[in-house]
């Protein structure tokens, strides 16, 4: 067992340009890239990647091994379960059609949205650009490739709607 000298283990990967407060709790081996904000009493469990520029709110609770790539926005009270990818390329390919390797030029990053008080299962996949609506809750394992509506519980693969999110 280890102790905290501060709220950040010392083996995660801080950028200087991030702001992350005091009362929020980075766990071993996590990386957080430039000038991301993650608010106030969040949880950032442990080999988390938070992508450049990332916004996460206050109360946030981000399990083991999630993987947020810019330019995620998490509102407050969130809840993303362990292994839950947020992409950010709709069309990802390693090389353009002439063969050439793609580059930053060649990218148009787009992002995952999530609501206030919205809980995302474990090993689920957001495929952006997409909005999770406040109080949603997405089931583990789900493939979610359209907006989820506020309140609206969805699974599956793809993630079909299952009714109203009951907590």
Not at 37 to 44: H, L, M, Q, S
Not at 80 to 96: E, M, S, W
């Amino acid at each position: 067992m280890f102790a905290f000298v501060t709220n950040i283990h010392p083996t995660a990967d801080i950028h200087p340009s991030s702001s992350i407060p005091a009362s929020t709790k980075v766990w071993n081996y996590s990386q957080i890239r430039e000038n991301v904000t993650i608010g106030e009493n969040c949880v950032i469990g442990r080999n988390v990647y938070i992508g450049p520029g990332v916004v996460i709110g206050d109360n946030c609770k981000i399990q083991n091994n999630a993987l947020i790539y810019e330019p995620a926005v998490i509102n407050d009270g969130v809840f993303i379960g362990p292994a839950v990818v947020l992409t950010n390329d709709k069309q990802p390919r390693a090389i353009n059609r002439d063969g050439s390797v793609k580059s930053v030029r060649d990218w148009y990053p787009v992002g995952v949205t999530i609501g206030a008080g919205a809980s995302i299962g474990a090993n689920s996949v957001c495929v952006a650009p997409i909005e999770i609506g406040e109080w949603s809750a997405i089931g583990a394992n789900s493939v979610v490739t359209r907006d989820v509506l506020a309140n609206e519980m969805v699974t599956g693969n793809p993630a079909r709607s299952r009714g109203v999110s009951k907590y």
